[in-house]
């Protein structure tokens, strides 16, 4: 009986540092979260943050280039980067120690610099796709759409698909595939678009086809969430000019709704809700709430406007209020879903430039908003209609003249930053 005492008291205090055991609370398996929402079931966590933010436990700083968040599930973490000439899937330790490094092949290739240009708009080399896990595997989708799973504990390749070759013929928008993969039960579903199919299902264990959806144009870059609604499974994702409901079970196409910007530069994923869909992808383009009729055979648009204007910040609902960034003029938003209305707008965490309409990502646990701005402010901002409260701020002290545009993520007591090649890991609990 005493050693198992002690074994409570040192687990306690493991956590305590910033560990993590098994359960949902601190399980993050793939982009947007447990259920692509961008919310973390985590508790107890810190309300406020001392000067200088909360402490850093960690730091890895041999990522690679790219966008890619992190996975947190079996008790590993993973990302991806660009290291030389090849998209790498890393897998690290909880405790920052490398576990393995596997190539996705070619990486999004053209000189890796902050500002390259190409047919009049910014390449932004740098990986793209956050790695998914899923029973001991994990999917990762390279910029030109090698998807690829591994083995999570070895790093050993198990199978591959090019998207944009064979009968799949795939047509990627501007900036590459940048796609992280929907897990649903046996299947993988991914987006190739083109002119043949939006999105197909693939066997998650062996690559072989499941269903394939009607075409719907190029690909975007979102990556999808996954509903019931109406005794349906659903897939909620986005072509390059419209938003789509797709069968999740047979990958009927049930629903569309235009919602078209620059370059096809759909990035969000859809916010759902008891019916209602919200949709935003910056450049001066109006967001949109449109409701599904009982069939979800058609949507028709509640209310639009100019509000987030959020290019691909990410968007958070929470007791039917949307939060998430707008352009450079107006800052952080509070909405009201169903109406439209906006409650708060804030300054917040600031802005990089007037270039870059969406200027911060966000995140929620435990009743606290996670805002990083594309300068590497972090702040802690309450979840609430009545105002913006901000309880702590810090900046990351990463280097480097990309912007932050890979997500926060609150996993385990713990806050990821990613940057470049650098991952920071904080301990949030209280």
């Known amino acids: 009986m005493k050693s198992r005492r002690m074994a409570v008291v040192l687990l306690a205090a493991w956590v305590g540092l910033g560990g993590t055991v098994s359960g949902e609370g601190d399980l993050w ?28 436990l960690w730091r890895y700083g041999q990522c690679g280039i790219g966008y890619s968040t992190v996975t947190v599930a079996g008790n590993m973490i993973f990302t991806s980067g660009n290291i030389g000439n090849k998209t790498m899937v890393i897998a690290l330790t909880m405790e920052g120690r490398l ?3 596997s190539p996705n092949q070619e990486a999004w290739t053209d000189p890796v610099a902050t500002a390259q240009w190409k047919d009049g708009h910014a390449t932004h080399p740098g990986a793209r796709s956050t790695p998914v896990y899923s029973d001991g595997m994990v999917y990762q989708m390279n910029g ?20 944009q070759g064979g009968e799949i013929g795939g047509a990627p928008g501007t900036w590459g595939y940048a796609e992280s993969v ?4 046996d299947k993988v579903i991914c987006t190739p678009g083109g002119s043949k199919t939006l999105c197909i299902a693939l066997d998650k264990k062996t690559g072989k086809g499941a269903w394939s959806s009607g075409s719907d144009g190029n690909a975007a870059f979102v990556s999808g969430a996954l509903v019931d609604w109406k005794g349906v499974r659903m897939l909620l994702t986005m072509s390059a000019n419209n938003a789509v409901g797709i069968d999740a079970r047979t990958g009927r196409l049930l629903w569309r709704f235009p919602h078209s910007t620059w370059y ?12 209602y869909v919200y949709l935003t992808s ?70 990089s430039d007037a270039y870059h309409s969406a200027y911060g990502s966000v995140t929620y646990a435990d009743g606290m908003l996670y805002c990083v701005s594309e300068t590497g402010i972090v702040a802690l ?9 901000e309880t702590g701020r810090f900046k990351v002290p990463s280097e480097g003249k990309d912007p932050f545009w890979n997500h926060p993520v609150v996993a385990g007591g713990r806050l990821y930053i990613r940057h470049q090649s650098d991952l920071l890991v904080y301990s949030v609990k209280k």
Request: aromatic share 10%; net charge negative.
């Open 264 to 275: 096809g530069a759909n990035v969000n994923t859809p916010v759902f809700n008891d019916g």
């Open 99 to 101: 576990a393995w490094q």
């Open 381 to 389: 901002v309450e979840a609430t209609s009545k105002g913006y409260r």
């Open 144 to 163: 030109g759409g090698r998807l690829a799973a591994f083995d999570a504990k070895t790093g050993k390749e198990a199978w591959f698909l090019n998207l």
């Open 182 to 185: 929907t897990i649903d039960g």
């Open 29 to 56: 398996p793939g982009f947007n979260g447990p259920h692509q929402d961008n919310k973390s079931a985590d508790k107890g966590l810190l309300k406020s943050w001392p000067a200088g933010g909360p402490r850093l």
């Open 282 to 351: 910056g450049y001066g383009t109006k967001d949109h709430v449109i409701k599904l009729n009982d069939s979800l055979s058609s949507a028709t648009e509640v209310w639009s406007g100019k509000h987030m204007d959020n290019m691909h910040g990410g968007v958070v609902l929470v007791d039917g209020y949307l939060y998430g960034s707008g352009d450079e003029v107006k800052g952080w938003h509070c909405i009201e879903m169903t109406t439209g209305k906006d409650m708060w707008t804030a300054e917040g965490v600031g802005k």
